[in-house]
C-alpha cells in the first residue's frame, strides 16, 4: 500500500508541474467570459493595464500578465523572450483556454503576433497596440535580419550605468513616447524599477525578433490600434512596409497621440477594444 500511496503521490507530481514550472511571468486573472490574454509593454508591469482591464473584465476573463525582471518578478537568465513565449503557450494549453484572444503593447504586441504566428489554432485573434513584427528595422537602417550581439559597447555602457543616469535616460525617452503628462512620471517609475540585465538584454532579445516573413503563417485576425504621433504619414508607411505579407491586418489609428496611445486616448482605446473582441 505504502508503494502505491507513492508512485500515485510521483504521478500527480508529475501531472502538475507544468502548472507550476512557469517562472517567466506572473498572472492575475479578473472577470468572467470569453479569455483574453493581456501583455504589457517591455518595462512595465501588467499594472499598466488597469483602467483597460477594469471595462473588459466587465465582459471576459482577463490574464493580466507582468514578465520576468518587471514589476517585482524575479528575472530570468537570457533567452527571456524565447522562455516568455513558449511558457505563455505551456500555460494556455495546460489551463485548456478556449482560443483566447491577445491584447499586447509594444513588446506584447510583437509577442502576440510571434504566438499566432507559430501556434495558429491556439488562439482566437491578436490585437496588437503599437507593435510592429521587427522593431529593429526602425533602429537599423537597410534591416535585414542580423543579429544584435549581447555582450556589444552599447549594452556594457547601460549595465555600467549609474541609478541617476539611468533614470534620466528613461526620464527622456517617456516624454516621447507619451504625451499624457500625467503619466509620464508612472511609466518611468515603472522602467526605474526594471531588472537591469533584463532590461538591457531583453531589448536585444526583441531587436533581435523578425516576424516579418512568418507573418504569412497567421490564420486568424490581427488588429493593430496604432499611434499616429509624431507623423501619421510617416506611421502609416511603417505599418505598409512591415506588413506586406499580411494583408488583411486591420489598421485603426488614434489621432494625437504617441506610443502609450491607451494612456493618450483612454476612451478611444477601450471602445476599439471592446468592440473588436465582440467581434
Request: proline fraction near 5%; aromatic fraction near 10%.
Amino acid at each position: 500500500m505504502r508503494t502505491l500511496l507513492l508512485i500515485i503521490a510521483l504521478f500527480v507530481s508529475l501531472c502538475i508541474t507544468p502548472l507550476q514550472a512557469q517562472t517567466s511571468f506572473r498572472v492575475e486573472v479578473k472577470g468572467k467570459g470569453d479569455p483574453v490574454l493581456i501583455f504589457p509593454g517591455f518595462g512595465c508591469p501588467g499594472e499598466m493595464w488597469d483602467e483597460t482591464v477594469s471595462e473588459l473584465s466587465k465582459t471576459n476573463e482577463c490574464h493580466v500578465f507582468t514578465f520576468a525582471g518587471f514589476g517585482g518578478v524575479p528575472p530570468v537568465e537570457k533567452d527571456w523572450f524565447l522562455t516568455i513565449k513558449n511558457e505563455i503557450t505551456a500555460y494556455v494549453k495546460d489551463r485548456k483556454l478556449k482560443n483566447p484572444a491577445l491584447l499586447g503593447h509594444s513588446l506584447g504586441g510583437t509577442l502576440s503576433l510571434w504566438l499566432v504566428s507559430s501556434e495558429p489554432d491556439l488562439f482566437k485573434r491578436a490585437i496588437l497596440v503599437d507593435a510592429l513584427p521587427a522593431s529593429a528595422q526602425l533602429m537599423i537602417p537597410n534591416y535585414n535580419g542580423e543579429k544584435i550581439a549581447y555582450e556589444n559597447p552599447q549594452s556594457k555602457m547601460m549595465l555600467n550605468m549609474d541609478d541617476a543616469s539611468f533614470r534620466k535616460m528613461i526620464d527622456q525617452s517617456v516624454k516621447y513616447m507619451c504625451s499624457n503628462v500625467g503619466k509620464q512620471k508612472v511609466i518611468a517609475e515603472w522602467m526605474y524599477k526594471t531588472d537591469r540585465k533584463t532590461y538591457v538584454y531583453g531589448y536585444i532579445d526583441m531587436l533581435n525578433l523578425d516576424l516579418r516573413k512568418d507573418l504569412a503563417k497567421i490564420r486568424v485576425p490581427v488588429y493593430i490600434l496604432a499611434a499616429t504621433l509624431p507623423s501619421k504619414e510617416m506611421v502609416s508607411k511603417t505599418y505598409a512596409d512591415q506588413y506586406k505579407t499580411l494583408p488583411a491586418v486591420k489598421i485603426r489609428y488614434a489621432d494625437n497621440a504617441s506610443h502609450f496611445l491607451m494612456f493618450d486616448q483612454p476612451q478611444w482605446f477601450v471602445s476599439n477594444v471592446k468592440e473588436i473582441l465582440a467581434q
